[in-house]
């Protein structure tokens, strides 16, 4: 059990999301940053899929009321002060402190999951929704299974750095746009305003103009879709988006490449790059690969050998 | 067999449109039926059906489903009763707007059979179609910033009732007492069933 000393700008629980309700309304939820969270939980021993804590700009401090096994991507860490990072043990009594975030989001994870109450088949909070449990506050307790935890250190060198190139499939509603400004949101930049959350990074750069008149009938949204409402501005939806909208999309950013957007402070800028879904595939089976080769096990600690 | 519009929705999705809500629902329910595997999520729209699957999915398995999907009794619809107070905040504006006498309006909203055409917005939230054209206004000018559960709307084609506390910039007719979504139960109403309000 830990208990929230400190809670963070915006800590919320995270397992990959809550699937199959779409058609009823129900938002995925699950990480902004799916690689973040995946490697935190690799890094704690984990099945990706399972919960763990998602940070916003910077971290809470816990109390550890058992010992532990942690595991953090994404913020520096101290425990009763003394840095640690990647995977690491907590004694019981230990205090955990979480700084500010290196990107927008960091992720802690902790070795057999934290348990929060499912809710549809997922523990992911939907901040829009309102479902799933409630962002930590102070005073809040936090359920782990304790479990024993293997040294395991993260490589970051192995995997990609995109440089703020992001690829994005074309469509399915870029033919509602005129030529010139799909030309125009390929070749500039876009940078990050403050209003963006969960649910979408907010761009502003080269405004977008509609070669049609008349509103699009509401359609299904993915997670990655470019919207472009009426002003011209693109928002990238992220994980904590509805499942519908009615903004023609002019494209969606491919999946190796979203947590280039889950990871955007405000006033950072990305580039757009179109690719095809043929190239998006290959993009996220080499992103897996360098994955795998980022998580280094390291050799027993000799007090356990 | 419908005739289908296939457009990219990234390398995980493929977005489905068809000429009309009718083709859509078929489509939908032939797709939820097959409960093809790597399939995550499959979500109706107005004109459109989007297939969310993993990472690696054949997209092809969709096109065979899709192609057979035809009038046919897919979707179990049923029909749900909802007892509604009209007592709207809206009420008295939207007489003034469409001309209509309050006693008009309930009974004009009362009398139609309306149809879930899809769910968005919040869970558990439906569009209905069937509403009478007489009451379809364009949406409030200034949205509220809190539209209480249960409140009974109007806006454009589509009636609906709010599941959850939300903003909202619908015209609030009435209010009802059925709950709509409960995060154990899941949503009352699914694309394709069938809505009726009561008076009361």
Known sequence: ?305 | MAEINWLPAGENAVLLEVSALATAHQVWAALRQADLPGVLDVVIGARTVLVVAEPGFDVDSVREVAARAGPGPDIAARTVEIPVTYEGADLADVATRTGLSTVDIVRMHSAVEYVVAFLGFAPGFAYLTGLDRALQLPRRDIPRTRVPAGSVAVAGEYAAVYPSPSPGGWHLLGRTSVRLFDPDEGALLGPGDRVRFVPQ
């Open chain 1, 1 to 305: 059990m830990m208990e929230v000393v400190r809670p963070g700008a915006l800590t919320t629980v995270q397992d990959a999301g809550r699937f199959g309700l779409a058609h009823l309304g129900v938002a995925s939820a699950g990480p902004a940053d799916w690689l973040g969270h995946a490697l935190a939980n690799r890094l704690a021993g984990n099945p990706e899929t399972t919960a763990a804590l998602e940070i916003t700009l910077h971290g809470p401090t816990l109390r550890c009321h058992d010992a532990a096994a942690l595991a953090v991507v994404g913020a520096p860490a101290t425990v009763d002060g003394a840095p640690v990072r990647d995977a690491f043990a907590v004694r019981r009594g230990q205090t955990v402190q979480i700084g500010q975030c290196v990107g927008a989001r960091a992720y802690l994870a902790v070795a057999g999951g934290f348990a929060a109450e499912m809710v549809l088949g997922s523990m992911s909070t939907d901040t829009m929704g309102g479902l799933g449990p409630a962002p930590l506050t102070a005073g809040h307790t936090l359920l782990a299974d304790p479990c024993l935890g293997v040294p395991r250190r993260l490589d970051p060198a192995a995997l990609p750095d995109r440089g703020g190139v992001v690829r994005v499939v074309p469509g399915p509603r870029a033919d509602w746009f005129t030529a010139a400004s799909r030309r125009a949101f390929y070749a500039k930049p876009y940078t990050a305003l403050p209003d963006s959350d969960r649910t979408g990074v907010r761009l502003t750069g080269a405004k977008l103009v509609r070669s049609r008149a008349g509103e699009l009938p509401t359609e299904g949204m993915v997670t990655g879709a470019i919207q472009v409402p009426p002003s011209g501005d693109p928002i990238v939806l992220l994980a904590g988006h509805g499942p519908t909208g009615g903004y023609p999309v002019i494209g969606v950013v491919i999946r190796a490449d979203l947590p280039v957007l889950g990871q955007l402070l405000p006033g950072q800028g990305v580039r757009f790059v179109p690719v095809t879904v043929e190239a998006a595939r290959a993009a996220y089976v080499d992103l897996r690969a360098a994955m795998g080769r980022a998580i280094l096990r390291q050799a027993l600690h000799p007090r356990f050998s």
